[in-house]
């Protein structure tokens, strides 16, 4: 469902989202959005810059610190026509750093929800999701201006180098009302992620995608979902994949708060090129202790994901977890992962805005590689209106990487601006 329709099958089938259809909470889509476009000029510190390098035998990084700049730009809003809703996100930035060292960088996220209502009953959404980054945070919170949950799609969000990153992700979903209790959903994914450094291992996934949605009264929603996904690597030997089935629950706890669950089992089927020693005669014979060979893994894992929000007229906050399958960061391929997240973004009548977002994660790897592998990011922006569609802005991000099995995985980042914004408009800058 997107933001401000009002066409009677919407309003009459209107309910809690759907968490395991990527819906954003039902409440966001309340108000229409201006769009609105922003410009805005900062002065950058960040440490930890580091590339797909070692800088000594020990395999230890060349953790750099440089002061910098940055100009960013970007739009977003939301619009409707008869049958179809419009949702748009979308920044980029120029970064530019004293301390070379190939760090210089355009980055862009772009975000983009469409409901089309064929008929009464049929429904067909489309969200799509893309850009290019080359220091990521771990972030993808809920926005205003798109009406479903980034978290829900595949984002790059724990990479460890900062190298140029390259994402799409596209999922298109066709839902079926087939009475005022029911409906059913069926959908297909589409995501690939490369990067410039030829030593990073890019991914290309397939998925397909269907559920039962059954409204018990005017609050909840409970049901059925079934995902499959299949992805495969560039530059490494190995392919997974994944059947999911879940139980879905949804409740609008009031007008502005929801809760969204879904729980279940994941079945994982995974081959990898693997190292394995060799008999000791032939060991002798060759001169080797060692050989590859292909593995073939099948697993069973409990999956699922819950999200509490409260959306209000200025902004929301929420909370979410999940457990599930993903393909990794560049250096691990398929893992199991673990991800707790939360947010609050408010945007105020008069002069302040403020974005708060933080993520934990924690993942096996199972593939390339086996170990665990941890992120923990946090962002914090404020901007405060000074004069005519002029603001002031201060942000400050951290990323803390560890792992026990890996010793030169760990490392702490930063990066802090303060800068001034323009906006049009008498509302405050909105935080993206």
Do not use: C
């Amino acid at each position: 469902m997107l933001s401000g329709l009002t066409l009677p099958a919407f309003a009459q089938y209107a309910g809690p989202a759907i968490l395991s259809r990527g819906e954003a909470p039902a409440a966001l889509s309340a108000p229409e959005i201006k769009f609105r476009p922003f410009v805005e000029l900062d002065a950058t510190y960040s440490t930890g810059l580091a590339g797909v390098a070692v800088s000594d035998a020990q395999g230890n990084l060349p953790e750099l610190n440089s002061y910098g700049g940055a100009l960013a730009w970007g739009v977003s809003g939301t619009h409707s026509w008869k049958h179809t809703k419009l949702g748009l996100d979308y920044h980029g930035g120029l970064n530019y750093y004293a301390q070379q060292g190939g760090f210089d960088s355009l980055s862009q996220a772009f975000l983009l929800g469409m409901t089309h209502q064929f008929t009464r009953h049929i429904t067909f959404t489309l969200r799509e999701n893309a850009g290019m980054f080359t220091r990521a945070f771990g972030l993808g919170g809920l926005s205003q201006a798109v009406p479903f949950d980034p978290s829900q799609s595949y984002i790059p969000t724990t990479d460890f180098f900062d190298n140029r990153t390259y994402y799409v992700s596209t999922q298109a979903d066709v839902k079926i009302q087939k009475t005022a209790r029911l409906s059913f959903d069926l959908g297909g994914d589409n995501f690939l992620t490369r990067y410039r450094a030829s030593g990073l291992i890019g991914v290309t996934g397939l998925g397909a995608h269907a559920d039962a949605q059954y409204r018990l009264d005017r609050r909840s929603t409970i049901g059925a979902s079934y995902n499959y996904a299949h992805f495969f690597f560039t530059g490494q030997f190995g392919a997974a994949d994944i059947h999911s089935v879940q139980a879905t629950y949804a409740r609008a706890l009031s007008a502005r708060v929801e809760f969204s669950a879904a729980a279940g089992a994941s079945h994982v089927e995974q081959t990898f090129i693997q190292s394995v020693p060799v008999d000791p005669v032939i060991a002798i014979l060759l001169g080797v202790s060692s050989t590859t060979e292909i593995g073939h893994v099948l697993n069973w894992i409990p999956s699922g994901s819950l999200r509490l929000s409260y959306a209000f007229h200025q902004g929301v906050a929420y909370v979410t977890a999940s457990r599930g399958v993903t393909p990794g960061n560049g250096l691990f391929t398929t893992s199991y992962s673990d991800t707790v997240a939360g947010g609050y973004t408010y945007t105020g009548v008069r002069r302040w805005s403020l974005g708060v977002l933080s993520s934990y994660s924690r993942a096996r790897s199972i593939g390339n590689f086996e170990g665990e592998y941890n992120g923990l990011a946090a962002n914090f922006t404020a901007s405060r209106l000074i004069g005519h569609n002029v603001h002031f802005l201060v942000g400050y991000s951290a990323s803390r990487y560890d792992s026990p099995n890996f010793g030169n995985y760990n490392r702490v980042i930063h990066d802090a601006r303060v800068g001034f914004g323009y906006t049009p408009g008498d509302v405050p800058l909105r935080i993206w």
